[in-house]
């Protein structure tokens, strides 16, 4: 039962491109989204997070966009920089209790 | 800055035998959480805890697993008769209030089940 869905298990990038991404869930009840970023032997990091009653959130580098009849979200990182390289999990909620991950997706920025 | 923090960072265990993972949320945080990452898999939602109790469960908290916040700082994990599946990392996870979502996670403890 994948309720949320990230199909790309791995992404590469040249440094300086745009990373997109990608996020798909199944639950319409979920209306919280958040994307973490994740290196080997932490914790994940939360980056940002998007409410159901928006389309797009900004911080920074990164943008996360929210198109709801689709029920599909996306992570830009504009410029992708080394740095970024780390795996990404995207999660939803419906009532700030139960947080459901993806699988992840693996983003490599090459130099 | 404040940060989540878990001991041990690995635990090593014999089946059969119980084992208490220890995490000290941010201080001004009131919601609490674990989740479990088995090697190569996502992380999955235990359990979520708020005003000294349980606020939601996943299917994998059973009867095996509890949670306590014994002195208004620590947040454990029990669990009680450790399986060869219960190997994975935890992570605790904290929010700071209601409509704020973003959680700050720990750096995670290994639990290996021999």
């Known amino acids: 039962d994948q309720q949320v869905k990230q199909n790309s298990p791995s992404l590469s990038v040249q440094e300086g491109r745009i990373s997109i991404l990608n996020c798909d869930y199944t639950?319409?009840?979920?209306?919280?989204f958040l994307w973490y970023k994740k290196y080997p032997a932490e914790g994940p990091t939360f980056l940002i997070s998007?409410?159901?009653?928006?389309d797009k959130n900004e911080d920074g580098r990164f943008t996360v966009f929210l198109n709801k009849s689709a029920k599909h979200l996306s992570l830009h990182i504009v410029p992708s920089q080394p740095g970024d390289s780390a795996v990404y999990f995207c999660?939803?909620?419906?009532?700030?209790?139960?947080?459901?991950f993806g699988p992840g997706t693996r983003l490599s920025v090459l130099p | 800055e404040p940060e989540v923090t878990q001991t041990p960072s690995h635990q090593v265990t014999q089946m059969g035998q119980e084992v208490i993972l220890r995490c000290v949320p941010i201080?001004?945080?009131?919601?609490f959480y674990w989740y479990r990452q088995i090697l190569g898999q996502k992380v999955e939602f235990l359990v979520s805890?708020?005003?000294?109790?349980?606020?939601?469960k996943s299917e994998i908290f059973d009867d095996q697993f509890s949670v306590e916040r014994p002195d208004g700082s620590n947040f454990t994990l029990k669990i009680r008769s450790t399986k060869l599946e219960d190997s994975a990392m935890y992570f605790c996870?904290?929010?700071?209030?209601?409509?704020?979502?973003?959680?700050?996670f720990g750096p995670g403890t290994r639990l290996t089940v021999t």
């Open positions: 996870a904290s929010r700071r209030e209601t409509g704020v979502y973003e959680q700050y």
């Open positions: 639950n319409s009840m979920f209306d919280y």
């Open positions: 998007i409410s159901s009653i928006k």
């Open positions: 999660a939803a909620t419906s009532n700030g209790q139960n947080f459901v």
């Open positions: 201080s001004n945080h009131l919601y």
């Open positions: 805890f708020y005003n000294n109790e349980i606020s939601e």
